[in-house]
């Protein structure tokens, strides 16, 4: 590591330039050239270099591009003596709770981590080390490079896998899980669970449904299962997943427990897709559900317990609809 200060001791007249190059040679050592070369290749550097005190945060050196860049000044006298977090920070009085100097490796290895800048907003992949500074004391040193491209594109791409990962999951018509997504995050759910502990599983399926599409229309039967749709999405959560199996046909998972029992869950399903009502245009519309209900232990497979309660639901209808039926 070059030597700063000595630099700054012995830096070279600007009238010495005049001077005939032997007579420069001569008054000019040879490591003060390297100095200011070093010097001119960090000030190049489309990068931030900077080194603090690890103790004390004072900061002993900013390049150019750091200090035009986040520190908003053209040279390192405007922020001589200043702390690291009043220069590269906005409105920071004390040391920046993410501070990584208690992080950076004792044998001088690199850490590296990416930052968002609280003056420029600008992102950063900052590369820290420890090293030791001329006159003995330890310093960091980080060289940070600006990825906040890099990181806009990643925000984008994440966003637009976000949306696709809810197109392929999400029934546009109810906003509940499709009858893959339920599946998988019923299972989900029921290998989160112990083995002995129980898993519901309730299939709903609405009475007379073609009647509503062949009375009002199939936009009012769309209007009809948005609004039960919008009902069952209010059950989903803890513990409970909620889905959309195709047409009218629906399914919840839950964890059956002590305060949660199957028949008593599946009493208050009934009711709350029983008193929907959806308004479409003049007419109100409304309709029953037959559930069947199935529970047993987690570690049962699902598909075993879905036929369970797939039997529930054929009963259910075949005593007459609008009931509910445990297995
Ligand atoms: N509007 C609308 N109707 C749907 C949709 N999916 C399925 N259906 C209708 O749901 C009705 C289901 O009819 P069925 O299987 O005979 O059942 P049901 O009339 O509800 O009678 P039960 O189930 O026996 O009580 C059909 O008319 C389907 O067209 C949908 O996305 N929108």
């Not at 750091?66 to 040391?95: T, W």
């Not at 599946?183 to 519901?200: C, I, Q, T």
């Not at 305060?259 to 479409?280: C, D, I």
């Not at 007419?283 to 069947?292: F, M, N, P």
């Amino acid at each position: 590591m070059f030597n700063f200060e000595l630099y700054e001791k012995v830096k070279p007249d600007m009238n010495q330039r005049h001077m005939p190059v032997l007579l420069r040679k001569l008054m000019i050592p040879s490591a003060v050239t390297e100095i200011s070369d070093l010097q001119h290749i960090l000030d190049s550097l489309d990068a931030v270099v900077y080194v603090s005190d690890v103790e004390t945060h004072e900061l002993l050196f900013m390049n150019k591009y750091a200090l035009k860049n986040i520190g908003g000044v053209n040279q390192f006298d405007d922020i001589r003596g200043k702390r690291c977090f009043e220069v590269l920070q906005k409105g920071q009085k004390s040391p920046c709770d993410f501070c990584t100097n208690t992080l950076l490796p004792k044998n001088g290895d690199t850490y590296l981590w990416e930052f968002k800048n609280t003056r420029n907003n600008c992102w950063y992949q900052c590369r820290d080390r420890l090293i030791r500074w001329h006159d003995g004391r330890q310093v960091r040193l980080e060289v940070a490079t600006d990825i906040t491209e890099r990181k806009s594109v990643e925000e984008q791409l994440h966003e637009t896998q976000k949306e696709l990962k809810f197109l392929a999951e999400v029934d546009s018509l109810t906003q509940l899980y499709n009858r893959r997504a339920f599946f998988m995050y019923a299972d989900n759910l029921r290998k989160s669970l112990p083995k002995s502990a129980s898993l519901g599983l309730m299939i709903l399926d609405l009475d007379y449904f073609k009647d509503i599409n062949d009375s009002y229309g199939h936009e009012a039967g769309d209007t009809l299962l948005a609004a039960i749709g919008q009902k069952l999405l209010s059950f989903s959560g803890d513990g409970t997943v909620v889905g959309r199996m195709g047409g009218e046909e629906f399914a919840i998972a839950f964890h059956e427990t002590e305060k949660r029992e199957k028949l008593g869950f599946a009493n208050g399903v009934y009711k709350a897709v029983s008193s929907v009502k959806a308004l479409y245009f003049k007419d109100t519309l409304q309709c029953t559900t037959s559930i069947g209900v199935s529970s047993q232990m987690a570690a049962t497979e699902l598909r075993d317990i879905m036929r369970e309660a797939d039997n529930a639901l054929y009963q259910a209808k075949s005593a007459g609809r609008s009931q509910i039926k445990v297995a």
